[in-house]
């Protein structure tokens, strides 16, 4: 086994990686890796699972947390995962385990543990040389499996550098067409590796590479593969089909996000067919499988996932991952690291929150979980990520009437950087102007539907609930969805409580967080009722984002809560239809164009998607025009999601449902041409 080892030490509060890498041991310091040790010795081949466990010793008392980075061949050190806490036998503390799975290049990789303490300042690094072999000895590419039946791993000879290339697959009955993966750049002398995702279980097919040179595209040798069965003991969804939709459509899967939070059965996320096969599944990372896939890429997903972090009291979604299609970790972050750089980012709102004094002080603030969205589609391979927050409030605060402390539940957004370090957030209770929430969002303003945690199941957890404070959080904001606009450079966040999608000032990261305009009810734009719906505006909405890449339109899901609560209900301004809204009680898939000159939103679409779902759901516009939306939890119908594209009418808002599939209560879904082509918005 060859191990090459490099150490460093530091009393800095937080440094970059290349930085620890560089500084020289202090006489001082107190921190010091032990070991740093593969389970499988060097070299192994692509294809194989290396877990590295480190261990430190610490002559303060810790605790110790551990970060993992790799370097590939000829590249720079990137975090796999971030700072996580070790376990302390003895007078060693030993690191959480490291899974690498050998799926790229091949080469001689750098594989580095920095140990910090965070009460002291203190770190020390340790890095090891790792050598990945490739299983080509030929003119003919390797097929292998993975832990998922339905993934295969191939890997192709070396092509010419300025080449691109890619892997076709197809069953060898015919039965679907080919699918080709993405394109990627040749990297000689390496050979090129690639996942095939999106194939039926049970079923043999063919692949072949191909390399384009210069427009010139060379088909490669074929290899052959079968896929495994699905396992009998994962509870899979299944699905019916309401309106079959046509053959001739391109977009022939459909993604979906089973979060479990409103389900009976907690399903994995899966993709089908447009008829409910199965052709992927999330491979669960734990029995529980307390996952929550946000976003698809062409080489996996993201996810807020529960497992262990720096609170002891939960590990409910405590972590955000991304994962390859395989189910292979590619990098992971966890709460505890981000409350660490909030807090020396001068934010006082990111406490732990199991450091909170029972009862709480006014005043006091801190970062629960991961939720709802995280974003992989700003420059420079950010990532935006929503987490949430609770604050102590006096009594009263919110119209609270128990004459107890009230806890205050709003939102942060955080962007983090490639190796996922807080470099920008905006949180909604601005503790840099007394806390009290910006000027377009005081606290004052409470949920549009007074929202506690104790009356509806879309809270995740809440911490600072206890003696002397009143029982019910108060949900004031519950943010669901963020998305970049690259036109303006700036992110918008979806808040349900408040019916309001609002634009924050990120200026690729040189803006000061601050509100720019609220959208919906009683906010900053006007609605041009074109068609004259009682209830123009969206409610409770879900997944808005910008279609065509920010061109537009802008599409979401209105749920509707507000517009079907019962008249003089709604707190936010503008009183519910209730009983009075007749064929319009229903959740519509709707799409706007937004004027930001004069203010305005003219309605596209505004389809009655034919069932009240009061939570959850999806809205997307596909390359022929038609809009695929998401009814996501329809309680009157047994708790199913429906899957439904509409086909506009021209000169209406509205159009008919050219596609219907029914599921189980999802969080979203998405259609697509293959996992390789996932929507941009």
Same mark, same amino acid.
């Not at 080892?5 to 890498?21: C, D, G, N």
């Given at each position: 086994?060859?191990?090459?080892?490099?150490?460093?030490?530091?009393?800095?509060?937080?440094?970059?990686?290349?930085?620890?890498?560089?500084?020289?041991?202090?006489?001082?310091?107190?921190?010091?890796?032990?070991?740093?040790?593969?389970?499988?010795?060097?070299?192994?081949?692509?294809?194989?699972?290396?877990?590295?466990?480190?261990?430190?010793?610490?002559?303060?008392?810790?605790?110790?947390?551990?970060?993992?980075?790799?370097?590939?061949?000829?590249?720079?050190?990137?975090?796999?995962?971030?700072?996580?806490?070790?376990?302390?036998?003895?007078?060693?503390?030993?690191?959480?385990?490291?899974?690498?799975?050998?799926?790229?290049?091949?080469?001689?990789?750098?594989?580095?543990?920095?140990?910090?303490?965070?009460?002291?300042?203190?770190?020390?690094?340790?890095?090891?040389?790792?050598?990945?072999?490739?299983?080509?000895?030929?003119?003919?590419?390797?097929?292998?499996?993975?832990?998922?039946?339905?993934?295969?791993?191939?890997?192709?000879?070396?092509?010419?550098?300025?080449?691109?290339?890619?892997?076709?697959?197809?069953?060898?009955?015919?039965?679907?067409?080919?699918?080709?993966?993405?394109?990627?750049?040749?990297?000689?002398?390496?050979?090129?590796?690639?996942?095939?995702?999106?194939?039926?279980?049970?079923?043999?097919?063919?692949?072949?590479?191909?390399?384009?040179?210069? +427009?010139?595209?060379?088909?490669?040798?074929?290899?052959?593969?079968?896929?495994?069965?699905?396992?009998?003991?994962?509870?899979?969804?299944?699905?019916?089909?309401?309106?079959?939709?046509?053959?001739?459509?391109?977009?022939?899967?459909?993604?979906?996000?089973?979060?479990?939070?409103?389900?009976?059965?907690?399903?994995?996320?899966?993709?089908?067919?447009?008829?409910?096969?199965?052709?992927?599944?999330?491979?669960?990372?734990?029995?529980?499988?307390?996952?929550?896939?946000?976003?698809?890429?062409?080489?996996?997903?993201?996810?807020?996932?529960?497992?262990?972090?720096?609170?002891?009291?939960?590990?409910?979604?405590?972590?955000?991952?991304?994962?390859?299609?395989?189910?292979?970790?590619?990098?992971?972050?966890?709460?505890?690291?981000?409350?660490?750089?909030?807090?020396?980012?001068?934010?006082?709102?990111?406490?732990?929150?199991?450091?909170?004094?029972?009862?709480?002080?006014?005043?006091?603030?801190?970062?629960? @979980?991961?939720?709802?969205?995280?974003?992989?589609?700003?420059?420079? +391979?950010?990532?935006?990520?929503?987490?949430?927050?609770?604050?102590?409030?006096?009594?009263?605060?919110?119209?609270?009437?128990?004459?107890?402390?009230?806890?205050?539940?709003?939102?942060?957004?955080?962007?983090?950087?490639?190796?996922?370090?807080?470099?920008?957030?905006?949180?909604?209770?601005?503790?840099?102007?007394?806390?009290?929430?910006?000027?377009?969002?005081?606290?004052?303003?409470?949920?549009?539907?007074?929202?506690?945690?104790?009356?509806?199941?879309?809270?995740?957890?809440?911490?600072?609930?206890?003696?002397?404070?009143?029982?019910?959080?108060?949900?004031?904001?519950?943010?669901?969805?963020?998305?970049?606009?690259?036109?303006?450079?700036?992110?918008?966040?979806?808040?349900?409580?408040?019916?309001?999608?609002?634009?924050?000032?990120?200026?690729? +990261?040189?803006?000061?967080?601050?509100?720019?305009?609220?959208?919906?009810?009683?906010?900053?734009?006007?609605?041009?009722?074109?068609?004259?719906?009682?209830?123009?505006?969206?409610?409770?909405?879900?997944?808005?984002? @910008?279609?065509?890449?920010?061109?537009?339109?802008?599409?979401?899901?209105?749920?509707?809560?507000?517009?079907?609560?019962?008249?003089?209900?709604?707190?936010?301004?503008?009183?519910?239809?209730?009983?009075?809204?007749?064929?319009?009680?229903?959740?519509?898939?709707?799409?706007?164009?937004?004027?930001?000159?004069?203010?305005?939103?003219?309605?596209?679409?505004?389809?009655?998607?034919?069932?009240?779902?009061?939570?959850?759901?999806?809205?997307?516009?596909?390359?022929? +025009?038609?809009?695929?939306?998401?009814?996501?939890?329809?309680?009157?119908?047994?708790?199913?999601?429906?899957?439904?594209?509409?086909?506009?009418?021209?000169?209406?808002?509205?159009?008919?449902?050219?596609?219907?599939?029914?599921?189980?209560?999802?969080?979203?879904?998405?259609?697509?041409?293959?996992?390789?082509?996932?929507?941009?918005?």
């Amino acid at each position: 086994m060859r191990i090459d080892s490099l150490r460093t030490r530091s009393r800095a509060w937080w440094l970059p990686i290349a930085a620890l890498a560089g500084l020289a041991a202090p006489a001082h310091a107190t921190v010091s890796v032990v070991s740093l040790q593969p389970t499988l010795a060097s070299p192994q081949s692509i294809g194989a699972t290396v877990g590295w466990t480190a261990k430190a010793t610490d002559t303060n008392p810790g605790p110790l947390t551990f970060q993992f980075n790799v370097a590939p061949p000829d590249g720079t050190l990137t975090t796999v995962k971030q700072f996580n806490l070790g376990t302390l036998s003895g007078s060693t503390w030993k690191s959480p385990s490291f899974a690498w799975a050998l799926t790229g290049i091949n080469g001689t990789y750098q594989v580095q543990v920095v140990v910090k303490d965070w009460t002291s300042g203190e770190s020390d690094s340790m890095t090891v040389s790792f050598v990945v072999g490739s299983p080509v000895t030929g003119a003919n590419p390797v097929v292998q499996q993975t832990q998922n039946p339905l993934v295969a791993l191939f890997t192709a000879p070396s092509c010419p550098a300025g080449s691109t290339i890619s892997v076709s697959f197809q069953p060898q009955s015919g039965i679907v067409a080919a699918t080709n993966t993405n394109w990627v750049d040749c990297q000689p002398p390496h050979s090129m590796t690639f996942e095939i995702a999106g194939m039926y279980q049970s079923t043999d097919y063919n692949l072949y590479a191909q390399v384009d040179t210069g +427009g010139n595209v060379v088909n490669g040798p074929t290899v052959t593969f079968t896929t495994g069965r699905l396992p009998t003991d994962i509870p899979f969804p299944t699905f019916q089909i309401g309106v079959e939709d046509s053959p001739s459509d391109p977009n022939k899967l459909i993604l979906q996000s089973f979060s479990g939070l409103m389900q009976k059965q907690i399903h994995p996320d899966v993709a089908t067919d447009l008829l409910g096969n199965i052709v992927w599944y999330n491979y669960p990372n734990d029995p529980s499988h307390t996952s929550m896939m946000t976003r698809s890429f062409p080489n996996g997903f993201l996810a807020a996932q529960s497992g262990p972090a720096w609170n002891p009291d939960t590990q409910a979604y405590q972590v955000l991952r991304q994962f390859d299609w395989a189910g292979n970790l590619i990098r992971e972050t966890n709460t505890g690291i981000v409350q660490q750089q909030l807090l020396a980012m001068g934010n006082p709102d990111a406490q732990p929150c199991n450091t909170i004094p029972s009862p709480p002080p006014v005043g006091a603030a801190c970062l629960g @979980i991961f939720h709802h969205d995280a974003i992989e589609t700003l420059p420079n +391979g950010y990532t935006a990520a929503l987490v949430d927050v609770e604050k102590i409030f006096p009594p009263g605060t919110q119209g609270d009437t128990t004459g107890l402390l009230v806890d205050v539940v709003g939102d942060m957004v955080l962007v983090l950087d490639e190796n996922w370090n807080v470099v920008w957030y905006w949180d909604a209770f601005d503790p840099l102007n007394g806390g009290q929430g910006y000027p377009q969002l005081p606290v004052t303003r409470t949920a549009v539907l007074g929202e506690l945690c104790n009356s509806n199941g879309g809270c995740l957890i809440n911490f600072l609930v206890g003696p002397g404070v009143a029982p019910g959080a108060h949900d004031w904001l519950h943010c669901n969805t963020l998305y970049y606009w690259p036109q303006s450079q700036d992110i918008l966040v979806s808040s349900r409580n408040q019916d309001w999608v609002m634009k924050l000032n990120y200026q690729n +990261g040189a803006g000061a967080p601050g509100i720019v305009w609220r959208m919906g009810p009683s906010g900053d734009f006007t609605f041009v009722n074109t068609y004259k719906d009682p209830w123009p505006w969206f409610s409770h909405q879900h997944e808005s984002g @910008i279609e065509n890449n920010g061109a537009g339109p802008f599409t979401v899901v209105d749920n509707g809560n507000t517009r079907v609560s019962p008249p003089g209900q709604s707190t936010g301004g503008v009183p519910g239809l209730g009983k009075h809204c007749g064929n319009d009680c229903n959740t519509r898939g709707m799409a706007l164009t937004i004027d930001e000159t004069d203010m305005q939103v003219n309605p596209v679409i505004s389809a009655d998607l034919g069932y009240y779902a009061p939570a959850m759901g999806s809205a997307q516009l596909l390359a022929d +025009g038609n809009y695929f939306f998401v009814a996501a939890f329809v309680v009157k119908d047994n708790d199913l999601s429906f899957d439904i594209q509409i086909q506009p009418t021209p000169g209406t808002d509205s159009g008919p449902q050219v596609m219907s599939i029914s599921a189980p209560a999802d969080y979203r879904a998405w259609q697509m041409p293959n996992l390789y082509e996932p929507p941009i918005t």
